[in-house]
């Protein structure tokens, strides 16, 4: 089995410098008290591009180790290597129809790995979340945790965590207790937290 680097970076220039360009932007981080290996982080919500910058730096700045899955059109061109070196996966979800067990079978290579996805996939209003988070860690055994940006407080982390069972409406129920406290960019643009049924 692999071993992937602790999940807890030092304080290198990347952590330093997000702390103090969130400082200067009035931003405060939290960090839950939360100790898997391995994990599901979910990005929420997610209007605007500018989800990801400060998300990014909250991540960096309590000094989480991560990777994320993004778009594969996001990286392409002079950037596209940038993105891969700040952990980005590129995914082409029209094409990957086997996404969730190509995660599922990334998690069971490392002993600690944190894959962040946004779960709305798209900064427009979506009519639900899309399912892949909720599966990969049902598949892979592994918590959801709550990762967010709130408008509202200036505030960005992570929250709370979630075990999936499986029944997908009570699980629903504490993702929706949580994120309905937390303010978009964008309110109007939040996606309805609920999953399509699986066929």
Do not use: C
């Amino acid at each position: 089995m692999k071993r992937e680097k602790i999940r807890r970076s030092p304080f290198n220039l990347i952590r330093v410098f997000s702390q103090f360009i969130l400082y200067l932007t009035g931003w405060r981080t939290r960090s839950a008290n939360i100790d898997f290996p391995k994990y599901i982080l979910i990005g929420a919500p997610h209007t605007s591009n500018w989800d990801f910058v400060i998300g990014y730096m909250a991540m960096s700045a309590i000094g989480l180790k991560l990777k994320w899955i993004g778009k594969h059109t996001l990286f392409r061109g002079p950037m596209g290597w940038v993105l891969h070196r700040m952990g980005g996966i590129p995914v082409n979800r029209n094409l990957s129809k086997n996404f969730v067990d190509q995660v599922v079978t990334s998690f069971n290579e490392y002993e600690q790995q944190i894959v962040a996805i946004a779960p709305e996939g798209t900064r427009k209003h979506a009519k639900h979340w899309k399912s892949g988070f909720y599966y990969i860690a049902l598949k892979a055994e592994i918590p959801i945790v709550f990762g967010f940006v709130d408008y509202g407080r200036r505030l960005a982390g992570t929250g709370g965590f979630l075990i999936p069972s499986g029944q997908l409406d009570k699980d629903l129920l504490k993702l929706r207790e949580f994120y309905e406290k937390i303010t978009p960019k964008f309110p109007e643009n939040f996606g309805k937290i609920q999953l399509p049924k699986k066929k």
